[in-house]
């Protein structure tokens, strides 16, 4: 049957359909990007309804359909970005010179800065303040390339701003973005919380017993997530914030490693996450955890290089047989990165992963950890046809040219953004 609105993606140099099933890929089995050379997209619906180097097959299907001409050019999938925190208000500039002149996130954090600044400004904004500000990140975010996005509560931590976050991602949800959320209560302990051992455990009971139960029934978050590392959450505190969470039904993220082997993720293993973020310290006994309990293994070095922390060492993690995922972590302290595409290079640099690597844990891999890896991050007949379209001939330039504005058209279920 032939369709009206069809586009036909014509003769691209490299299609990278990162063929296979809906798994993440693990190990050197990142490396098979499935190039097709000479190929071409068919879409309909906003769907992908044929990809091949013989046009022949689809001849019968090709009468109506708007023609690009992809010739020395890239066809892929649209970015997944699946550790963000882009729903927040004000910024944090005025901590980059501390910063740079040597100042420590950990000690900008413990004098109240960081997080817990972040929460004031939140706390402080009406919803439609917040929306604004979030959808210009956004937009931006998807200029660069991510077509799918992470979202994580966690510049509230209290119910009422939690919710507020989580309400303002499902808006852009709304509004054409293809959004996963997360309750990140267990992101910090709120400044009312401090001083003693018992407000404390109160705070980790609020979320267990109040927050986590009300966004559920909201139908706000998609997943959990807990910042289990030295100077956020103990393995116990997070332990049971997780527990709460996984009864309720959601799947589970962890911030874990980012400072030492802190024990998040081990815990992660432990509870069958779906995925265990930062991992900048991890020695070959937590590398065999997660591998063998299968939880993505994600890698954010945009905030490496923000914070001048050490990289993951992707390397070893992809030697090690596990699945890779890379994200920006964009948030207004740590690493306000909005170019995925640009991480993507830094984890080559950085974390020594290969090109081909990169791009799979950019996005069939970042799909696989969000549990969304059947509709996106792969280029095959019957998922979405989000796709990026580079002005090169050979995908490697991400890196190789990693910054420069290689991404000629970002589409969105088949459409040209530029066009919208
Ligand atoms: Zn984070």
């Known amino acids: 049957m032939r369709g009206s609105g069809d586009i036909l993606f014509e003769n691209a140099a490299q299609v990278l359909t990162l063929r296979g099933d809906a798994a993440p890929r693990r190990g050197l089995a990142m490396n098979d990007l499935g190039i097709l050379e000479g190929a071409s997209i068919l879409v309909r619906d906003g769907k992908i309804q044929w990809v091949g180097d013989d046009l022949g097959e689809v001849q019968d299907e090709l009468a109506d359909a708007d023609v690009i001409d992809c010739r020395s050019k890239v066809l892929m999938p649209g970015l997944v970005d699946s550790h963000t925190h882009l729903v927040w208000a004000g910024h944090r500039?005025?901590?980059?010179?501390?910063?740079?002149?040597?100042?420590?996130?950990?000690?900008?954090?413990?004098?109240?800065?960081?997080?817990?600044?972040?929460?004031?400004?939140?706390?402080?904004?009406?919803?439609?303040?917040?929306?604004?500000?979030?959808?210009?990140?956004?937009?931006?975010?998807?200029?660069?390339?991510?077509?799918?996005?992470?979202?994580?509560?966690?510049?509230?931590?209290?119910?009422?701003?939690?919710?507020?976050?989580?309400?303002?991602?499902r808006r852009l949800g709304a509004e054409g973005f293809r959004i996963k959320t997360t309750c990140l209560a267990a992101h910090a302990v709120p400044e009312e919380s401090k001083g003693s051992q018992a407000a404390r455990a109160a705070f980790v009971?609020?979320?267990?017993?109040?927050?986590?139960?009300?966004?559920?029934?909201?139908?706000?978050?998609?997943?959990?997530?807990?910042?289990c590392d030295r100077g956020a959450f103990t393995i116990s505190e997070a332990r049971e914030v997780l527990t709460a969470a996984s009864a309720l039904g959601l799947d589970l993220r962890v911030h874990a490693n980012e400072f030492g082997h802190t024990g998040g993720a081990v815990l992660a293993a432990e509870m069958g996450a779906r995925s265990a973020d930062h991992l900048l310290h991890l020695d070959a006994h937590e590398t065999e955890l997660l591998r063998e309990t299968g939880v993505v293994a994600t890698l954010l070095p945009g905030t490496s290089l923000v914070l001048g922390k050490p990289f993951a060492d992707g390397r070893a993690l992809v030697d090690g047989g596990l699945a890779v995922a890379v994200a920006s972590?964009?948030?207004?302290?740590?690493?306000?990165?909005?170019?995925?595409?640009?991480?993507?290079?830094?984890?080559?640099?950085?974390?020594?992963?290969?090109?081909?690597?990169?791009?799979c844990a950019v996005t069939h891999n970042a799909a696989a950890s969000l549990g969304v890896s059947e509709q996106v991050g792969r280029i095959d007949r019957g998922l979405a046809a989000d796709l990026l379209l580079l002005e090169t001939d050979d995908y490697r330039d991400l890196v190789y040219h990693a910054g420069s504005p290689l991404i000629d058209e970002v589409f969105v279920a088949g459409e040209a953004l530029s066009r919208r």
């Not at 917040?130 to 509230?156: D, P, V």
């Not at 139960?213 to 807990?226: K, R």
């Open 329 to 359: 972590d964009c948030n207004p302290g740590s690493c306000a990165f909005e170019n995925l595409s640009m991480v993507l290079a830094i984890a080559c640099y950085g974390c020594k992963l290969s090109p081909a690597e990169a791009v």
């Open 205 to 227: 009971q609020e979320i267990c017993e109040r927050i986590l139960p009300a966004i559920t029934e909201e139908g706000l978050a998609d997943f959990c997530d807990v910042f």
């Open 93 to 169: 500039r005025d901590e980059l010179e501390l910063r740079l002149a040597g100042a420590d996130y950990e000690a900008i954090f413990a004098a109240g800065g960081g997080i817990l600044s972040s929460v004031r400004s939140t706390r402080g904004a009406s919803d439609d303040a917040l929306y604004e500000q979030s959808l210009r990140r956004i937009q931006r975010m998807r200029r660069c390339g991510t077509t799918t996005f992470e979202i994580k509560s966690g510049y509230g931590l209290d119910l009422e701003t939690e919710r507020k976050q989580l309400r303002v991602a």
